[in-house]
Every structure is written in C-alpha cells, then in structure tokens.
C-alpha cells in the first residue's frame, strides 16, 4: 500500500488478556519504529528495528511487552497480561533508513483501551 | 533534560493570518534533523517538514515554513494564511546522527492550535 497500515483501529481488551498489534510498513522501507502516545501528549519510543533486527528495545515499558519483525516487513507488537496502563494509542512509524535526514511515516494508529 | 520543548500548550489565530509555533531543542550531536507534525483530532500523525542540522536555508513546504536559529537551537514552525482545516496538534521532533540514539525520533508536548473563523 502507500502509507503505513496498522490494524486493528480499535481493540478493547480486559485486564490480564493478551493482544497483537499489527503494523505493515511503507515498501522498501528498512526502518520501523513502534511508539505509544497517552492522550494530549507526544509519542513515547518503545522499539526500533532495522529490516528483522530489533536495535533498540529500551522504550518498552516492561517485559509484558514484545515486538517482532521475523521476515523485515510487518511488524507485531505483543502485549501480555494487559493492564489499565498500557490504555494508549500505539503508533508504527516506518521511514526508508536510519538516517537522521530520513522522515518517520506513521500508520493510523491502534486505540487499546484495558478494561 | 528535555531534548524537545514546546512552550505553548495551546495557541489560538485568526483565519488568513499568520502564526509561529515554538520549538526549542536540545542536542551534542552535530548532525541532527528536525520535523514538525501535524495531528488532527482524527489521530493520524502527518509529516509536514523537515531541517537538517548542516542546511543554510530555512526549510519551506507550500504554506509551512521553519525558522531555524541554530546558535539559539530553536526551530520554529510558521503557518502562512492559517486555514480553519489547520486546527490540529502540532509535534516538533528531532532525530539525531549518533549511532547510540538508535535513530529514534523524539517528540515535544505538542502544542494545540486553534483557528477561529
């Protein structure tokens, strides 16, 4: 496609289940980032990956949460036994390399909300 | 320390005028560069700019342009004849050149615009 697609839009999970996030990039771009954004604040980094290696995972906020890229395309970011606090807008950004010159493209954006 | 700082948390402006949202940021790493975006309320985070640590000119993109003072590290965003479909948040972010910061982008508070009819 020709932007960043992320899926679902809207996942309603209760507290303790586990959930995926999916996110398929801009083609040919090597780059993908996941960032979680609370409401009226900025993005928060999580996870970065160049093509199937995860570079930086130092954003994640425990390890609850896992991210992976097996095949450096779509991407899936896991949350296991969800909490209240992971409520959030999770963002996948993908841009064409790791430059700094390099713009973030970003999907949509997935709304979880933990009951 | 915070390495994007948008002082504004709202800012309100006429249509057809102009405004300037207010970025400062903070950065070692002499290759850097810095995005503005847009966020409408339906979420979508659109790209709108982008200045690099080493360009001479003040970027511009059709209504949109960023007034980069380096030595005063800040990169302001100016909107020209603001339009009501321009009421949004708006991210300034930057991305460093060092291998350590994993080419992350980092992002400010955002700062609310509203354009009044």
């Known amino acids: 496609g020709a932007g960043v697609s992320q899926s679902p839009r809207y996942k309603v999970a209760k507290r303790g289940q586990d959930v995926a996030l999916r996110c398929d990039p801009i083609s040919g771009h090597v780059s993908l980032f996941w960032y979680q954004q609370a409401l009226g604040q900025g993005p928060e980094f999580l996870t970065y990956?160049?093509?199937?290696?995860?570079?930086?995972k130092s954003g994640l906020p425990s390890d609850r949460f896992f991210a992976e890229r097996p095949e450096g395309s779509v991407s899936t970011l896991k949350i296991q036994r969800t909490q209240q606090e992971d409520s959030a807008v999770y963002l996948c950004?993908?841009?064409?390399?790791?430059?700094?010159?390099?713009?973030?493209?970003f999907g949509n954006g997935t709304r979880l909300t933990v009951t | 320390a915070q390495k994007i700082t948008q002082t504004q948390p709202g800012m309100f402006v006429q249509e057809k005028e102009a405004v300037t949202l207010d970025c400062t940021y903070d950065?070692?790493?002499?290759?850097?560069?810095l995005f503005w975006y847009k966020q409408p309320s339906s979420g979508e985070m659109i790209f709108l700019i982008y200045?690099?640590?080493?360009?001479?000119q003040n970027a511009t993109e059709g209504r949109y342009s960023l007034n980069f003072q380096k030595a005063r590290k800040s990169a302001n965003l100016v909107i020209s004849a603001s339009q009501l479909g321009d009421s949004a948040m708006y991210f300034c972010?930057?991305?460093?050149?060092?291998?350590?910061?994993?080419?992350?982008?980092?992002f400010g508070e955002g700062t609310q615009l509203t354009v009044n009819p």
């Open positions: 990956f160049q093509n199937e290696a995860q570079l930086d």
């Open positions: 972010a930057m991305r460093e050149g060092s291998e350590t910061s994993g080419s992350r982008l980092t």
């Open positions: 200045q690099g640590s080493y360009d001479q």
């Open positions: 950004a993908s841009s064409l390399g790791p430059r700094y010159n390099s713009p973030l493209h």
């Open positions: 950065t070692s790493d002499p290759s850097y560069g």
